[in-house]
């Protein structure tokens, strides 16, 4: 398990803007992909961006325009700063950080999870 730390989120009105970051255990090498997944309140899974050790990123396609991020590379840590600008009701939900790691059983490791609350 690669040791994670999530910071960032809140509660803002429809339109506002919020931020996310993540902190992992790693390098580029050890690790093979990075990003975040959400959990609505339906308890709808969703992949919200991927980040690979080569920075090709992957937005998912309810998020693309809103969100950005941002690789962040020092010595045995790898971060990731999620800005979400244009927020909606339905990016409402709780944000978990992962990483998978570059082994042949690609291990997954999470974080404690965000809360993003997005008021109409």
């Known amino acids: 398990q690669v040791p994670l730390v999530e910071s960032g989120g809140g509660l803002v009105q429809a339109g506002g803007s919020l931020s996310l970051s993540c902190s992992a255990a790693?390098?580029?090498?050890?690790?093979?992909?990075m990003g975040w997944y959400r959990q609505t309140p339906g308890n709808q899974r969703e992949e919200v961006v991927t980040?690979?050790?080569?920075?090709?990123?992957?937005?998912a396609d309810s998020v693309k325009g809103r969100f950005s991020v941002v690789r962040g590379i020092r010595t045995n840590t790898v971060n990731l700063y999620l800005s979400m600008l244009n927020l909606k009701p339905e990016d409402t939900g709780v944000y978990y950080c992962?990483?998978?790691?570059?082994?042949?059983?690609?291990?997954?490791?999470w974080g404690q999870g965000t809360q993003v609350t997005v008021s109409s």
């Open positions: 992962y990483t998978k790691a570059s082994t042949a059983t690609g291990q997954m490791s």
């Open positions: 980040v690979r050790s080569d920075g090709s990123k992957t937005y």
């Open positions: 790693g390098t580029i090498d050890t690790i093979n992909t």
